[in-house]
């Protein structure tokens, strides 16, 4: 498939597509005319990183975990890069610092609309 169809399919733009074969972070084969042909195996794979990246971890991280990551539902154990254990664990950190501060704004956002509910019922 060529970039535009990855695109609507994973609804990233082009232009971050670009930016991932950039980093390594994906590799199409170039068809005769020159343009990027993509796998549908790249579907998940582009969702993939898109999440990694939400979640902040930076791309060279991300080039470096991927090929352990190649079937979402399994990990393939490599010897990684020097360090990046450790960011992993930093970015697991943060990841669990954000997810609890979403989870506190979640339950405030639940009560302030209960609140207004039961205001509604009473008035």
């Not at 898109?50 to 154990?77: F, K, M, Q, S, Y």
């Amino acid at each position: 498939m060529r970039i535009g169809e990855l695109s609507r399919q994973t609804g990233v733009p082009v232009r971050l597509l670009r930016y991932y074969e950039d980093q390594g972070l994906l590799r199409p084969d170039r068809s005769a005319n020159g343009y990027r042909a993509y796998e549908p195996a790249d579907v998940p794979r582009v969702t993939q990183i898109r999440g990694l990246i939400d979640a902040g971890v930076p791309t060279a991280i991300i080039r470096d975990i991927l090929p352990c990551l190649d079937d979402p539902g399994t990990i393939v154990l490599t010897d990684p890069a020097p360090g990046v254990i450790a960011a992993l664990e930093q970015h697991r950190l943060m990841i669990d610092a954000r997810i609890q501060c979403l989870s506190r704004n979640r339950d405030a956002i639940s009560r302030y609309l209960r609140a207004i509910d039961s205001r509604e019922l009473a008035g």
